[in-house]
């Protein structure tokens, strides 16, 4: 990390992970790299801090990940350096690992597409060229610091309407199927048997417990043009196959 922020003006820490493997946890990534981060930008005298959080962190939720990236900005907001904290929903974009992860998996690996409880989870994903912006945007505004940002798309969307949008972009045939939370849960547990379960514990408890938000604060503070997730949702998906 010395090495990595030696001579720079600003860091931007966009470090998470959606699954742990074997030696890479949600405590170790979200919170000591953060922390190791805060550390090392510190020592080397680096005043601006741009933290990537995500959307509902909080330390008393269900979800690992959630609560992980919760503690980590509490680290952000007690480092003393001159922060600022972007919290996007569900990210569309190549290499995401929402839509070309999860729910790329949920449409071609089962014989039907499984869709948790009722559908009517609702999300505001955003695209990565959006939060990028953002990002950009932030660090060109001194008036920013200080402060946290929801990063929402324009459009709010179900879980099922995400799904099918997923499913027909990819031009896959298969009927979408309700799965009752309890058999979801019980699914779960038989797919930790899995090298590479189609869904995990951690993105059950989030695609359960969704955080809605309202975009007009970070567009109006950071300028952003919103643009809608059916434009880059084919790019992203092609770049997964």
């Not at 008393?60 to 992980?68: N, Q």
């Not at 008036?143 to 949008?165: I, M, N």
């Not at 995990?200 to 503070?221: C, G, N, Q």
Request: no cysteine.
């Amino acid at each position: 990390m010395a090495e990595a922020v030696h001579g720079v003006e600003a860091v931007i820490h966009l470090v998470g992970i959606i699954r742990e493997q074997a030696g890479t946890t949600f405590e170790k990534v979200h919170v000591e790299g953060t922390r190791n981060v805060l550390a090392a930008a510190k020592r080397a005298g680096v005043g601006r801090l741009v933290h990537m959080s995500a959307l509902g962190a909080d330390a008393a939720s269900a979800s690992v990940y959630r609560s992980t990236k919760a503690r980590a900005e509490n680290l952000v907001k007690e480092s003393g350096l001159a922060w600022t904290i972007l919290r996007p929903d569900m990210i569309v974009g190549v290499g995401d690992d929402f839509f070309t992860g999860t729910l790329r998996d949920l449409t071609i690996k089962p014989p039907v597409i499984p869709v948790v409880g009722s559908g009517d989870y609702p999300f505001r994903p955003i695209t990565a060229h959006d939060v990028a912006a953002a990002v950009s945007r932030t660090l060109e505004l001194p008036a920013t610091e200080g402060s946290s940002f929801d990063l929402v798309g324009p459009r709010e969307y179900t879980l099922r309407e995400l799904q099918l949008l997923v499913r027909d972009t990819l031009k896959v045939k298969k009927p979408l199927m309700g799965v009752p939370l309890w058999l979801m849960r019980v699914g779960i547990v038989l797919f930790r048997l899995l090298p590479n379960p189609p869904i995990t514990r951690e993105e059950f408890v989030m695609l359960t417990s969704t955080a809605p938000s309202d975009p007009t604060p970070a567009v109006v503070a950071l300028g952003l043009e919103l643009e809608a997730v059916e434009d880059h949702l084919a790019v992203a998906l092609a770049a997964a196959a």
